[in-house]
């Protein structure tokens, strides 16, 4: 009996998909273009990096007919160039540089454009999320203001080390030393006072220590050299707390040019969250604003609060229809496992080490709810933590943090709490269901009652 040969289907070749696309290498002083081969005599060329450089690139990309572009996302460089491309009409993506390396041994600036247009043209790259242009902006405002607070705190530092060496053991007395208590010491000791009663009574009435304490511990060697550095940190200090000050101000007029999420907005309830005084919290009303913008109360997450919340909002924007999901929004984040399968079997699963702003933010997160007895993240926490380790025990209470924010922000859902008591509750019974089946599948029974076990033994 002959039988048919079964069919065997031919690899046709990747399909371009992209034919209009072009690829830029980018660098501080030149930028290397590629076009598809027979669009022009010189299918690439080398331009400069000055703004009108960046439009003659722009027209000659326009000239051979080119609707969309893909570069490497190579320090800041390709700001300046993303934005007059995006301007001009061009379709802008920007990619790892881990995810389009070229073969070994062919590496340079031509062929690295030209690698990156043929990829794209076949479809290979996929561009990094970038949220709509106002949300860019208060995301360079914020980030900046970040930049601002970590200038300061190496300055406090300063300040530290300079008490420090005039053995005055401000730190010792005192939680902050830039608190009221602690700057009205320092500003009196520059100022010339060196009695230490005297300096005593400038604390506050909220300070855990006494006046003894602290005038014993403002009894120090006061020397010139240690003087100038002191005076020339705070002097420092006070710029940096200036700067923020303008940096907040600026933040909270960018806020107000965001439109709206709806005209009619319920008007917000108190918060019923204890204000942590924060100094480096917002100097504006970030939580109104916030509420504004989303239409959702997301400050009431347990372990958010209006800087964090505001810190996310400008990494990932108001609109999350990038993310399909709760799994593609935690992955973008860097808080879900990535899985190495070969052979059917996993052989290793880890989250990805990225420097995701907003993943670092609900991590922040997970670690303010550890001890909280109140959330049901903090009753996760500690069940994760008996079991996985306090490090990835962060990472899986960040992930589900993240999914009740993605939840809250596309569906527009008030927050709702179950409580530390509840979760365990339920917790609970979800272990005793377990232990059931498996006890039905070996033949054996659950006995709920310790008192049932003792009755048992006797016979």
């Known amino acids: 009996m ?24 980018i660098g501080s002083e030149e930028i290397w273009a590629a076009v598809a081969p027979g669009r022009t005599a010189e299918p ?29 996302s190579t320090g800041v460089y390709w700001i300046p160039v993303y934005e007059i491309l995006e301007a001009r009409g061009f379709q802008v993506h920007v990619v790892n540089a881990r995810h389009v390396k070229n073969v070994p041994g062919r590496k340079s600036d031509i062929q690295d454009c030209q690698w990156l247009q043929g990829l794209h043209s076949v479809g290979l790259l996929r561009g990094a999320f970038r949220p709509e242009g106002e ?39 005192i939680a902050d030393i830039t608190g009221v208590t602690g700057l009205a010491i320092i500003r009196a000791i520059l100022a ?88 480096n919290a917002p100097s504006y009303d970030a939580r109104s604003l916030l509420y504004r913008l989303t239409g959702v109360d997301l400050v009431a997450i347990s372990g958010l609060n209006a800087s964090t919340v505001q810190t996310i909002i400008s990494e990932v924007g108001t609109d999350l229809r990038a993310f399909p999901s ?42 303010s709810v550890a001890k909280s007895p109140e959330s049901a993240f903090g009753a996760f926490y500690r069940r994760m933590k008996a079991r ?11 992930h589900k943090i993240a999914r009740a924010f993605y939840h809250m922000l596309t569906h527009r859902t008030p927050f709702h709490d179950l409580g530390g008591e509840e979760y365990a509750r339920r917790a609970r019974e979800r272990e005793l269901k377990n232990l059931e089946k498996r006890a039905a599948k070996l033949g054996c029974s659950v006995i709920k009652n310790p008192a049932d076990v003792a009755l048992a033994g006797s016979f």
């Open 192 to 279: 010339g006072e060196r009695a230490p009663q005297q300096l005593a009574t400038l604390r506050q009435p909220g300070c855990k220590k006494s006046a003894e304490q602290i005038a014993k511990a403002l009894t120090g060697n006061y020397r010139a050299e240690h003087m100038f550095a002191l005076k020339q940190a705070l002097a420092l200090y006070d710029f940096y707390t200036a700067q923020l000050t303008d940096c907040d101000a600026e933040i909270e007029r960018q806020f107000a040019n965001l439109k709206p999420v709806s005209a009619d907005l319920p008007p917000l309830p108190p918060s019923a969250k204890r204000d942590s005084h924060s100094k």
């Open 326 to 367: 709760e799994k593609h929004f935690c992955s973008w984040l860097g808080l879900a496992p990535h899985n190495d399968i070969s052979g059917g079997k996993r052989l290793r699963s880890r989250t990805l080490k990225t420097d995701n702003r907003a993943g670092q933010a609900f991590r922040l997160a997970a670690q």
């Open 44 to 72: 690439v060329r080398k331009f400069g990096t000055f703004t009108p450089d960046l439009h003659a690139l722009a027209d000659w990309l326009t000239a051979c007919g080119v609707d969309t572009v893909v570069m490497e």
């Open 135 to 173: 949300i860019v902006a208060l995301r360079a405002y914020l980030r900046h203001r970040a930049a601002l607070i970590e200038h300061r705190a190496a300055h406090i530092q300063h300040m530290q080390k300079a008490l420090q060496q005039m053995n005055v053991q401000l730190t010792q007395v």
């Open 2 to 25: 002959h039988r048919d040969k079964p069919a065997v289907s031919t690899w046709e070749g990747l399909k371009v998909i992209h034919p209009n696309a072009a690829g830029l290498d």
């Open 388 to 398: 996985l380790g306090a490090q990835q025990a962060i990472v899986a209470t960040a």
